[in-house]
């Protein structure tokens, strides 16, 4: 099993620019979540869905946009890229809530915004 | 809004050793989950262990064990004879009992196991 995928794993931004984070797991998983790790202060939650179709804020939003539309995919969207957003971004699934199944998470995008 | 501390930004210890990652936790909520999560240099998330709060004995798995005190909103992680592959950061988290998917992280302790 492939597990979370996340494409690129590298990317270089300018400042103004738009892109997406790809997300794929192949578990059937049905809660998925994004989070941002920057140096010092361990991950952040930034959106989260508990199904295809259903999204919901985390503690740190503003910039980003989500969407479900298939239980596999959940991808996030960089608005208007700012160097705040230079950061490593992860995304997670679970069959569950992460408090009663273990999440997985993908490996990673290192987003650099200049 | 619940927090979560981590007191120690690194740490060491020889090979074979025995060390202590201190967590600690702020909440109003009575049930909720505790994890310890390891990430080595290849920035992989690996769960390394899990407690939940309505259990009173302490999680343990393999040679990683908890001393969760819940009084006191402590969850330390302890593991035991370490291993040149404990190198990491680890992250003490916490997630209260519902149908959202919100974890909170704590900033990290950096372990180094010393050869």
């Known amino acids: 099993n492939a597990g979370v995928t996340q494409t690129p794993k590298f990317q270089v931004l300018k400042t103004g620019q738009s892109m997406t984070l790809q997300c794929a797991q192949d578990m059937n998983h049905e809660y998925m979540s994004w989070y941002r790790q920057d140096p010092g202060m361990g991950l952040r939650l930034i959106h989260y869905?508990?199904?295809?179709?259903?999204?919901d804020q985390g503690e740190v939003p503003n910039g980003y946009n989500v969407s479900r539309s298939t239980t596999e995919d959940f991808p996030l969207r960089l608005l208007s890229a700012a160097p705040s957003q230079t950061s490593v971004y992860f995304c997670?699934?679970?069959?569950?809530?992460?408090?009663?199944?273990?999440?997985?998470f993908g490996q990673g995008t290192r987003l650099t915004v200049v | 809004a619940q927090t979560v501390t981590q007191s120690q930004p690194e740490m060491s210890v020889q090979e074979a050793e025995t060390v202590t990652l201190s967590c600690t936790y702020d909440t109003s909520e009575n049930n909720y989950y505790l994890f310890w999560y390891k990430q080595p240099p290849s920035r992989q998330m690996i769960l390394v262990i899990r407690?939940?709060?309505?259990?009173?004995q302490n999680a343990t798995e393999n040679r990683f064990s908890v001393n969760f005190q819940k009084a006191a909103k402590s969850f330390s992680l302890k593991i035991s004879d370490s291993q040149l592959g404990d190198t990491a950061m680890y992250f003490c988290?916490?997630?209260?009992?519902?149908?959202?998917?919100?974890?909170?992280f704590g900033a990290g302790t950096r372990l180094t196991v010393k050869p």
């Open positions: 407690q939940e709060a309505y259990k009173q």
């Open positions: 997670a699934s679970s069959y569950s809530p992460q408090g009663r199944g273990e999440a997985f």
């Open positions: 869905s508990v199904g295809a179709g259903i999204t």
């Open positions: 988290a916490f997630m209260k009992h519902s149908r959202d998917n919100d974890m909170r």
